[in-house]
């Protein structure tokens, strides 16, 4: 199944296989999970935008796709890309991102930011899959504001940050104790799920740290 769009598109959506609804239709993203990405992309503004998938044939039973799968296809997604030659590339779940960032990038921790591509040929950008909105409603608020960011960065209305800030993992953990225990004063901000904590249903996404001259 190949990709639909403009051939002038400046942004290129890359999803996981094609599902039932693709296989009956020979178009992607023409099911639930479609029309939920369909809406956000229209509700931004997005209309010059070029619909694929890493892996171009069904799954049998809908599994995920093998590694030797996306590698059989790969080429065609290839080929897509230096066609429409789109300015962002963005990557929805966490086959395409595997398969157009090597490892560089998890959905949970990196969406909605964008990813440097080793050819410099286009920026990379990473989000949930909208069909993972379908099992987890609570995935659905970080789905919509990636595609708002998206909107943004599409338009060039989103600044570099003047401040050097890095995520904390098990490589730099150490540094940023470090740094935290040296600091003369830290300030922090929490993301949470809802701005409502009183019902025991809602979580905290990630905590904010800022130092002087850096934020973690």
């Known amino acids: ?16 296989a ?30 010059k935008v070029f619909i694929t998938n890493t892996v171009r044939c069904r799954p049998p039973d809908n599994r995920k796709p ?11 997604l290839d080929y897509e890309i230096q ?14 991102t595997k398969a157009l960032f090597k490892g560089k990038a998890k959905v949970s921790q990196h969406h909605g930011t964008i990813i440097s591509d080793e050819s410099k040929k286009y920026r990379g950008y990473v989000s949930y899959h909208p ?38 993992r098990r490589g730099n953990l150490h540094k940023f104790l470090r740094e935290f225990r040296a600091a003369s004063s830290f300030s922090f901000d929490l993301e949470t799920s809802s701005l409502f904590m009183h019902d025991g249903k809602e979580w905290i ?12």
């Open 1 to 16: 199944m190949a990709g639909m769009g403009p051939r002038d598109s400046t942004i290129m959506v890359v999803g996981e």
């Open 18 to 47: 094609p599902g039932r609804e693709e296989e009956k239709t020979g178009l992607p993203f023409q099911g639930a999970s479609g029309k939920k990405l369909r809406e956000e992309l229209a509700k931004n503004g997005l209309d």
């Open 66 to 76: 093998t590694a030797a799968e996306v590698k059989a296809c790969r080429e065609y």
């Open 83 to 96: 066609r429409i030659k789109p300015q962002i590339v963005v990557a929805l779940g966490a086959t395409p």
């Open 131 to 168: 069909a993972a909105m379908l099992y987890d409603p609570g995935i659905e608020p970080a789905f919509k504001a990636d595609i708002a960011r998206l909107a943004r960065e599409s338009r060039g209305e989103l600044k570099q940050s003047e401040t050097p800030w890095a995520i904390v």
């Open 205 to 216: 996404n990630c905590v904010g740290i800022g130092l002087p001259g850096k934020t973690w």
